[in-house]
């Protein structure tokens, strides 16, 4: 297993108060992604001067408070995702993957309850 990303993630019903937020911190936007998976979240990947990276992500889903996430980019989804899974955790969407274009991921549940979202880029996408 090849790990090539790992970075904080907030999930939040509201995510423009925090990407002001970390802004005033220093954080600039890198990239948007919108409709992922069929909660149609929107992804802003945010980096700071010193190179750290932060998700907020914004799902179309009541949820009754933000979650705080840890992203995990694999080079191989599978063998991660069995491991995890061996080792207690629970998919949120079942045992269904998210596809886009150029990734596939899945929102991952410790038994403790702190929550990894595992990714894996595809690198031959348009």
């Given at each position: 297993?090849q790990?090539?990303?790992?970075?904080?993630?907030?999930?939040?019903?509201?995510?423009?108060?925090?990407?002001?937020?970390?802004e005033?911190?220093?954080?600039?936007?890198?990239?948007?992604?919108?409709?992922?998976?069929?909660?149609n979240?929107?992804?802003?990947?945010?980096?700071?001067?010193?190179?750290?990276?932060?998700?907020?992500?914004?799902?179309?889903?009541?949820?009754?408070?933000?979650?705080?996430?840890?992203?995990?980019?694999?080079?191989?989804?599978?063998?991660t995702?069995?491991?995890?899974?061996?080792?207690?955790?629970?998919?949120?969407?079942?045992?269904?993957?998210?596809?886009?274009?150029?990734?596939?991921?899945?929102?991952?549940?410790?038994?403790?309850?702190?929550?990894?979202n595992?990714?894996?880029?595809?690198?031959?996408?348009?």
């Amino acid at each position: 297993m090849q790990i090539t990303a790992f970075n904080p993630q907030i999930i939040t019903k509201n995510a423009e108060p925090i990407i002001r937020l970390f802004e005033e911190l220093g954080f600039e936007k890198r990239h948007t992604k919108k409709d992922i998976g069929d909660k149609n979240v929107v992804d802003v990947v945010m980096k700071n001067a010193e190179g750290f990276h932060l998700d907020i992500s914004q799902p179309e889903m009541e949820l009754p408070h933000d979650i705080q996430a840890i992203r995990i980019n694999v080079r191989d989804f599978e063998e991660t995702y069995d491991l995890l899974i061996s080792r207690g955790f629970k998919n949120f969407y079942g045992d269904e993957r998210v596809y886009t274009p150029s990734s596939k991921s899945a929102i991952l549940l410790a038994p403790s309850g702190f929550v990894i979202n595992l990714v894996e880029h595809i690198k031959d996408h348009n």
